[in-house]
């Protein structure tokens, strides 16, 4: 959650949640009441906004991400102010407060990737398209009676998407022409080398594990992230529908269908439920007949409750067969019970005999590179690393003095003030 302040006028951008945190004091997210998340810090402490509530102007949420929105049911109807995103992001966020029995105030708007909007008569709003994780992710572009504000969390360059358009190069040329006072950027990858692949390259190779694997008429199981609707689709396409597809998990139902609304996917051909009992019949059915089926699961991170650590724990009529085929489609979040849980799975799934493809993936943040790549675009007054620790924003602030780009380095409900 980042707040910028111009002309006595607040727009708030983002309000993530760290769902993780409320599953390790085993709460249920949509049962603790916002001042209890606040303390327990679930989501932002945003006492320095509340005092000054009447002064904001718009909630911005950038992509539909939990880290970036889940936070909207708690706090946002303490704000009189419109929340802006993207039509799939606003799909995403209605959810939320649907599955959170949450009433809100806020008038949800739509901003199509690449249109704009008057906030006030201080400040515009500008959606550029971003190549992410999640689709119809943008960064918002704030030009300001006092200059030109770019966030950019998230994002990565990719020169061959398969669902979207990346970060148009021109685009964020011109924004250095006009003048960027300020670039707020995701640093979650700052400190690795090199640059993001394409998610080109992951379809590709997920097409060739699938056809060694279709040849030897083996059981294959893919788990990924459930709001990864790009990978999902390349899924299905490196399928090319030599076998039946069937989804399996509520949250991979969820994200499916809200992508669905939006064109995004067509998933009409697949059988998709998190329904137990139908879940129990599909996989008792797919476990007989293994070469006729593609199961996509949800439970990347290993996750007790997600469907592939049950079929491993045998809480399902599915057995494995030995050199069965298992592709984690996805990287482990690096958190303390997320490494936990997914070392336990593959684990288990190599006691069965199976075969564990694990990461066959593209992350989704910038690199040390893609980063270079951005700043030498916009070439903007001041970086300010967001979305990393100490060590994260450490190497995005080496690499703004490589650049010779003034850097501010900030920490929770630390203010900032630009020149």
């Known amino acids: 959650m980042t707040a910028v302040e111009v002309c006595d006028e607040l ?3 983002d309000i993530g949640a760290d769902i993780e945190r409320a599953k390790k004091k085993n709460k249920n997210f949509g049962d603790i009441d916002s001042d209890k998340a606040v303390e327990e810090n679930i989501v932002p402490d945003d006492s320095n906004l509340r005092s000054r509530k009447e002064n904001v102007v718009a909630i911005i949420i950038g992509h539909g991400h939990q ?5 909207v049911p708690k706090l946002a109807d303490d704000y009189n102010c419109p929340i802006i995103a993207t039509p799939y992001t606003v799909s995403v966020i209605q959810r939320l407060l649907d599955n959170d029995k949450e009433d809100i105030t806020n008038d949800l708007i739509s901003l199509e990737s690449g249109e704009s909007m008057e906030i006030s008569n201080n400040i515009d709003l500008e959606f550029a398209p971003a190549a992410h994780s999640i689709p119809q992710t ?21 020169e061959n998407p398969t669902l979207e358009e990346s970060l148009n190069e021109d685009k964020l040329k011109n924004l250095s022409r006009e003048g960027v006072k300020a670039l707020i950027v995701d640093c979650t990858r700052a400190d690795e080398p090199g640059k993001a692949d394409s998610e080109s390259s992951v379809k590709n190779e997920l097409e060739n594990i699938l056809d060694k694997t279709y040849e030897k008429d083996k059981g294959v199981i893919i788990t990924t992230f459930s709001s990864h609707i790009e990978r999902v689709k390349n899924i299905i396409e490196a ?3 030599r076998r039946e597809v069937i989804m399996l998990g509520r949250s991979l139902k969820e994200y499916v269908k809200d992508a669905e609304k939006h064109s995004l996917i067509d998933p009409s051909d697949i059988k998709i439920t998190n329904n137990p009992f139908e879940i129990e019949k599909l ?43 298992v592709i984690f489609s996805s990287t482990t979040i690096p958190t303390q019970i997320n490494r936990l849980n997914t070392s336990l799975l593959k684990r288990r799934l190599e006691k069965e005999g199976v075969e ?4 066959v993936h593209s992350h989704g943040h910038a690199k040390r590179e893609d980063q270079r790549k951005l700043f030498r675009l916009l070439e903007p007054e001041t970086i300010i690393p967001a979305h990393g620790g100490k060590d994260k924003q450490t190497s995005c602030a080496t690499l703004a003095e490589e650049e010779k780009i003034k850097i501010k380095i900030s920490k929770n409900k630390k203010t900032i003030s630009l020149d």
Do not use: W
Request: hydrophobic share 35%.
């Open 239 to 241: 399928n090319e529908e």
């Open 138 to 158: 943008v960064l918002p572009i704030l030009r300001t009676c006092e200059g030109t504000i770019v966030y950019s969390l998230d994002f990565k360059f990719d």
């Open 11 to 13: 727009v708030i951008l």
């Open 356 to 359: 564990v493809k694990d990461e």
């Open 283 to 325: 996989l008792a059915k797919a476990s007989k007949n293994k070469s006729e089926y593609l199961l996509l699961t949800t439970g990347s991170q290993g996750e007790p409750n997600a469907i592939l650590p049950r079929i491993a724990k045998n809480k399902y009529p599915y057995n494995f067969e030995k050199n069965e085929m």
């Open 67 to 71: 880290d970036h929105c889940l936070g």
